[in-house]
């Protein structure tokens, strides 16, 4: 569903897991990864779940899947660990050949490409800590085998997501020039309303990460962050130049406790689809939703899409 540009995508794959797996999901380094070997017909049902929803783009159960910690935390053999790759693509594809949109509109299937600290299992993607000791070129490397493998594994684009500085999100766009097809966006983890993780300033990265792109990017956005920093960035973004596609899907706004390692439930200041109306009004182009948002949230945003379109 479309409505002045913008296209829902998926929700938090990790919160609608819940539904069907129980115990702690967080507390492993391979976080919901490994349940492309534990259970695979949880994660199909998850994808089933966005599609009913009225997703247009589902992403693969990727975000965590890295070579080097499947090999260590599954003791798994590197052939293994690629061919989970096309498992957690397979299963997106098998979701929309299953389950027919409420609009009947071809879903696409996006590659999700998460950030390198991700596998330090550390948090270290919401800070940055990483990214001054990491080289570009040890930046490439580190991506390369799972964006080659997910678009050998057929699919429509990448989801770059919760990058937290613009030294790992400029590798990743150089590591793309070597697949020149190849279409994706790029959403980084933020800090507030003006900066990402590591402080630099959003609207400066995302210009720069834009100009740099080869014309392979389809939008830049945030994403896993509180929904009260969207309308921000946004403004900040369309102001700096008002062409580059926006997209968001932040988390449900509640606040996270360190201490007891839990979210605060009720601690948001409203749900994601309270705000959407004033997003499509700065122009967003995609919209979504992560972390402690379900299917039913999504339908919820999804509603508000088509109330808007109706007006149109």
Not at 251 to 259: C, H, K, P, R
């Amino acid at each position: 569903m479309s409505s002045k540009g913008a296209v829902l995508i998926d929700s938090g794959f990790a919160t609608q897991l819940r539904n069907y797996i129980s115990g702690n999901l967080d507390d492993h380094p391979l976080w919901v990864a490994r349940f492309l070997v534990h259970d695979k017909n949880a994660c199909l049902s998850v994808h089933k779940d966005f599609i009913r929803s009225g997703s247009t783009i589902i992403r693969s159960n990727t975000y965590q899947l890295s070579l080097q910690g499947f090999i260590k935390h599954m003791e798994m053999s590197e052939k293994e660990v690629t061919d989970l790759v096309y498992v957690a693509v397979n299963l997106c594809r098998q979701a929309v050949e299953e389950v027919k949109h409420p609009d009947g509109v071809k879903v696409k299937i996006a590659g999700s490409v998460g950030p390198y600290g991700a596998s330090l299992h550390d948090g270290s993607e919401y800070t940055g800590s990483y990214c001054d000791s990491v080289t570009s070129e040890e930046f490439k490397e580190w991506h390369r085998w799972r964006v080659s493998n997910l678009l050998k594994a057929g699919v429509d684009l990448l989801a770059i997501e919760t990058v937290p500085c613009s030294k790992e999100a400029l590798a990743i766009l150089d590591l793309l020039k070597e697949f020149p097809q190849a279409k994706a966006w790029l959403s980084f983890s933020i800090k507030n309303e003006k900066e990402i993780s590591n402080g630099e300033n959003f609207a400066e990265s995302a210009k720069k990460c834009w100009d740099k792109s080869n014309g392979q990017l389809v939008a830049i956005g945030a994403n896993c962050c509180k929904p009260e920093f969207i309308l921000s960035l946004l403004t900040s973004l369309k102001e700096k130049d008002s062409s580059i596609p926006f997209i968001a899907y932040p988390n449900s706004g509640e606040t996270f406790d360190e201490v007891n390692k839990r979210w605060i439930e009720g601690s948001n200041k409203g749900k994601v689809a309270d705000y959407v109306p004033h997003w499509l009004e700065k122009g967003i182009s995609y919209v979504g939703a992560c972390c402690r948002n379900t299917a039913s949230d999504l339908l919820d945003i999804g509603k508000v899409l088509k109330n808007r379109q109706k007006v149109k």
